[in-house]
């Protein structure tokens, strides 16, 4: 039981690139999240799937794309990279049933990928 | 929009200790889910506890326990017998399927 998974670990881009940031989870988790962590902050959310096929927008999501085909993975794209896209990425996933039930879960995070766009 | 505020940037205390973590959240909605993940300098986030909005009780798990004021969105850790190991950023976050984040508060256990 692998938990998420996210590859690469670390990845350099140059400005104008673009790049898929890969996730996966073995947990049949319905929830699925991207995250960036800017240095000494916190965590923003820029994207979230609650099932194959649907996505939503966080708090964050200019300059990125999302798709949910399948309930394992959940890729996060970046086109045209940019240095504010500096971060690291964290992906998380969780099950979530109806409201007030004991087997909804917290988020389990990957361990994330820095990328260094210069 | 959904809102979560850690006003203590940074704190220190004593091994041994007790030191509590505040956290408020502002929402118009009445079911979510709150939580503290520690994050050390391995940046791994690791889920130290949880509190379901609809429950009265404060949730408790060994040394961590939180004092939750639905009414006040208010949803403070406070950590017993502080250890070296607890050293790190903790994170508040709430949500129901959006979950968000505040800006963490970094907290150094002394020996």
């Known amino acids: 039981n692998a938990g998420v998974t996210q590859t690469p670990k670390f990845r350099i881009l140059k400005i104008g690139q673009s790049m898929t940031l890969q996730c996966t989870q073995d947990m049949n988790h319905n929830y699925m999240y991207w995250y960036r962590q800017d240095p000494g902050m916190g965590l923003k959310l820029i994207y979230y799937s609650v099932g194959a096929g649907i996505t939503d927008k966080g708090e964050v999501p200019n300059g990125y794309n999302v798709s949910r085909s399948t309930t394992e993975d959940f890729p996060l794209r970046l086109e045209l990279a940019a240095p504010s896209q500096t971060s690291v990425y964290f992906c998380?996933?969780?099950?979530?049933?109806?409201?007030?039930?004991?087997?909804?879960?917290?988020?389990?995070f990957g361990n994330g990928t820095r990328l260094t766009v210069t | 929009a959904q809102t979560v505020t850690q006003s203590q940037p940074e704190m220190s205390v004593q091994e041994a200790e007790t030191v509590t973590l505040s956290c408020t959240y502002d929402?118009?909605?009445?079911?979510?889910?709150l939580f503290w993940y520690k994050q050390p300098p391995s940046r791994q986030m690791i889920l130290v506890i949880r509190?379901?909005?609809?429950?009265?009780q404060n949730a408790t798990e060994n040394r961590f326990s939180v004092n939750f004021q639905k009414a006040a969105k208010s949803f403070s850790l406070k950590i017993s017998d502080s250890q070296l190991g607890d050293t790190a950023m903790y994170f508040c976050?709430?949500?129901?399927?959006?979950?968000?984040f505040g800006k963490g508060t970094r907290l150094h256990i002394l020996p």
């Open positions: 929402t118009s909605e009445s079911n979510y889910y």
């Open positions: 998380a996933s969780s099950y979530w049933g109806a409201y007030r039930t004991d087997y909804n879960s917290p988020l389990h």
């Open positions: 976050a709430f949500g129901n399927d959006k979950i968000i």
């Open positions: 509190q379901e909005a609809y429950k009265q």
